[in-house]
């Protein structure tokens, strides 16, 4: 059965940091881009950020740019969140995702279409 856990969220204050890890079991999705996405209470999930095959390109929606950093393991097939300077706008519940493709471009197609559990983050002011 194929599996993403997504792990790592927590609490932290304003200007904190948080790495989130999301692990793939019952297969590997190294061949996959792979996508990072949240959703805030009474808000639509969102894109944060992406990752191609080999880690060599990544993606980054505009309000987190600079401040988080999406990387990969494919030895471990696992992909990881860096989030500093967590803002309390950054609350959310967080997602991983593989696109059906190695490389990531905008309005990429999944792989598949359910979703995991998530990781809850709060970003306390």
């Known amino acids: 059965q194929v599996q993403l856990v997504e792990s790592g969220g927590g609490l932290v204050q304003a200007g904190g940091s948080l790495r989130l890890s999301c692990a793939a079991s019952?297969?590997?999705?190294?061949?996959?881009?792979m996508g990072w996405f949240r959703q805030a209470p009474g808000k639509e999930r969102e894109f944060v950020a992406a990752?191609?095959?080999?880690?060599?390109?990544?993606y980054y929606t505009e309000s987190v740019k600079g401040r988080f950093t999406i990387s990969r393991d494919n030895a471990k097939n696992t992909i990881y969140l860096q989030m500093n300077n967590l803002q309390p706008e950054d609350t959310a519940v967080y997602y991983c995702?593989?696109?059906?493709?190695?490389?990531?471009?905008?309005?990429?197609?999944?792989?598949?279409?359910?979703w995991g559990q998530g990781t809850q983050v709060t970003v306390s002011s």
């Open positions: 995702k593989p696109y059906s493709g190695s490389r990531y471009y905008p309005n990429s197609p999944f792989l598949y279409d359910y």
């Open positions: 990752i191609n095959w080999s880690g060599g390109f990544t």
């Open positions: 019952g297969r590997t999705f190294s061949g996959n881009a």
